[in-house]
Structures are given as C-alpha cells and as structure tokens.
C-alpha cells in the first residue's frame, strides 16, 4: 500500500485563499487589480476593454503638424468671416433703425408745424401793421424762436429768382426790369424743415419782355400783363 502524501500537491502546510473580490467588504472601495494580473486570453494589449488599454486617439493625433496646421488655419478663417459677416448686418442694421428714427421725428415735428404757420402768417402781419406790442409782442417772439429751434426756416424775399420746386406763382407779368422769371413780389413767405418743403412760398412772378409771346406784341397787350392777367382780374359778370 502506498503512503499517501501528507500534504497537497501545491505543497504542504495550509490551504491558501485568495480573495478576488473587486469591492472591499471593509470599506465598500473599489479595488486596484493586481499589477501582476496578465490580459484576458483572446485580447491584445493596447485594445479597449483590456487591463491597461489606452483611449482612443484623437483624429488630429494621427495627422502630421502641417495638416493639423491647415485644419486649424481654416477653422479660423471661417469663425473670422462669420464674425464680420455679423458685425457688417449689425451695423446696416443700425444705421436703418437710426434713419427711420430720424425719418419719424422729422414728421412729427412737420407736422406740428405745418399746424403753426397759420399763426406765424397772423404774428408777421401783425408786425407790418405795427401792432406787435407789449406782451402779445413776447409771446410771439418766444413762439418764433421755439419754431427756429426745432429747424423751421423762413424763406421768399422780392428779387429771388423764381423756382418752382420752392415757389408758388399766383401772379405772372413781363417786365423790362428782371433778366430772367423773378419773385417781385412775395404774398406769402414759405417755410421748409430740412429740406422738406412744409409751404411754398407764394409770389408774384415777372419774365423779361424779350419772352414775350408774338401773339401778344402784335396786339399790342401791354408789357406788365397779359390776356391771362387781364381776364383774372376782369370782374365776374
């Protein structure tokens, strides 16, 4: 009978136990794996999921410095392009706002003007007729000043060459005495905001003689009126 070996076949002494629990009954930490653990069969070092696989490279990782150079030098061309893009629409964009304000502000003002002239026509007839006195005289110059203030501007004195974008012409007649179609005389002055024409200017026009129509010089029609003039001024029957 053959003696049976009294210890095991790893050797003799006590039984060793290992314990590969990767929680710390303890603590509750996770557990660090053994440096000497060697990868699971079937994967290559190096691979994602294996002891001491590294992350995935990034893409710029696997070009050289010039083409990641590129990369980046075109990223930045088109943020600076989509930067100025932005700023060019913001700044169309203010300037739109800022003339449409302007745009509204000034017929606003137009209009509460437009609203005054019949009184400033009563404050300069008043002037003429030397009746502009005392507090009625104040409250009047103060109103002329508030309406120059806001951009109002008076315009039409006998001389100014006739223009009809500007003037009206009530009256027409030739005369020896102008070199051209001439104001002579002025029945209302006109006014203008800006370069907005709130009223033109109304007036009495004279051409020179030499334009006077053929028709006219062989009938003989005096030189200051026409057969226009004299019909308008001809009593209604």
């Known amino acids: 009978m053959t003696d049976r070996p009294t210890g ?13 629990r990767r929680i710390d009954p303890d603590t509750g930490e996770l557990r660090e794996p053994p440096m000497s653990e060697a990868p699971a069969a079937g994967a290559a070092p190096g691979m ?6 590294q992350p995935p490279k990034d893409p710029s990782d696997l070009i050289g410095p010039s083409a990641q150079e590129a990369l980046l030098t075109e990223a930045l061309a088109e943020r600076t392009a989509d930067l100025q ?30 609203e005054l002239l019949g009184i400033l026509d009563d404050i300069g007839r ?8 005392g507090a009625f005289k104040a409250v009047a110059e103060s109103l002329e000043r508030v309406t120059e203030k806001l951009g109002l501007v008076k315009y039409g004195e006998q001389g100014d060459p006739f223009d009809p974008r500007i003037h009206e012409a009530l009256l027409h007649n030739y005369s020896d005495e102008v070199d051209g179609p001439t104001a002579t005389m002025v029945m209302q002055p006109g ?19 030499e334009q006077l129509p053929a028709e006219a010089v062989e009938a003989d029609v005096p030189v200051e009126s026409t057969d226009e003039d004299q019909a308008a001024d001809k009593p209604a029957e």
């Open 8 to 20: 095991s076949e790893f050797g003799d002494g006590d039984p060793v136990v290992r314990d590969k």
């Open 48 to 53: 994602p999921g294996t002891p001491g696989a």
């Open 85 to 114: 893009r932005l700023q060019a629409e913001y700044v169309n964009y203010k300037r739109r706002v800022d003339r449409d304000r302007e745009s509204s502000r000034e017929l606003v003002i137009g209009s509460v003007l437009t």
């Open 126 to 133: 008043a002037r003429e007729a030397g009746e502009l006195e």
């Open 191 to 209: 006014y203008r905001l800006g370069e907005r024409v709130l009223r033109p200017a109304r007036v009495a026009v004279s051409e020179p003689t």
